[in-house]
């Protein structure tokens, strides 16, 4: 098997001695590929942007609707539509189990990546919502070395969380480490928090 990936590779090399334009024609395929890859990651940090600010907009919005009795109707899709949110809110029992929960997640999807060397974790203190006692907000920041595509999987991870996760910046460098910075918010709630019973 090695014979013949040696054969390949030297058929390869004699095919793009003999045609310089091959090479050309390859470096032109990879550029392609790259420029795809980064406007999905750009279209994915818009995107994540959007979703952080509606998520947050709609907490605040069913919120203050429960408060106005007159909106009988209006109330009852609200709370429905809270209560729908909050069911992906997992329990902490404090706010420094919220920080190691988020802290241990981010860790596996950071094992995940080529480059884990390079992986750094960034969780800061939890601070509590005003608008919604007993929710949790969690801010952190996932920073590593990875390719274009690493971060897309990355980011379709983080989307694809059972629970309340939001994707509040994302930013890249196109140097030569390709080092991708995803900046997050997780939500948690205490035990006295909207709803008492722990997740499945």
């Given amino acids: 098997m090695q014979s013949s990936l040696t054969s390949a590779l030297a058929t390869l090399r004699a095919q793009l001695d003999s045609a310089p334009w091959l090479r050309w024609a390859l470096l032109v395929i990879a550029a392609l590929a790259s420029f795809f890859l980064l406007q999905a990651l750009e279209e994915a940090r818009t995107k994540a942007q959007h979703e952080s600010i509606e998520q947050e907009a709609k907490l605040r919005q069913v919120r203050a609707l429960q408060g106005q009795d007159v909106w009988l109707a209006r109330a009852q899709e609200s709370q429905e539509l809270l209560d729908a949110m909050q069911a992906q809110i997992p329990v902490a029992a404090t706010p420094g189990a919220a920080q190691a929960a988020l802290q241990s997640w981010l860790g596996g999807l950071g094992n995940a990546i080529a480059d884990s ?53 994302l930013d890249l460098r196109s140097d030569a480490n390709r080092v991708v910075a995803i900046g997050l918010n997780a939500y948690y709630r205490t035990p006295e928090g909207p709803r008492t019973e722990p997740l499945p």
Avoid: F, K, Y
Wanted: charged share 25%; no cysteine; glycine share 4%.
């Fill in 117 to 169: 060397e390079s992986v750094r974790i960034s969780v800061d203190n939890a601070a509590a919502l005003e608008e919604i006692p007993g929710v949790l907000r969690v801010r952190a920041t996932l920073r590593a070395g990875m390719s274009a595509r690493e971060a897309i999987n990355i980011i379709r991870q983080i989307e694809s969380a059972p629970s309340l996760v939001v994707i509040d910046s």
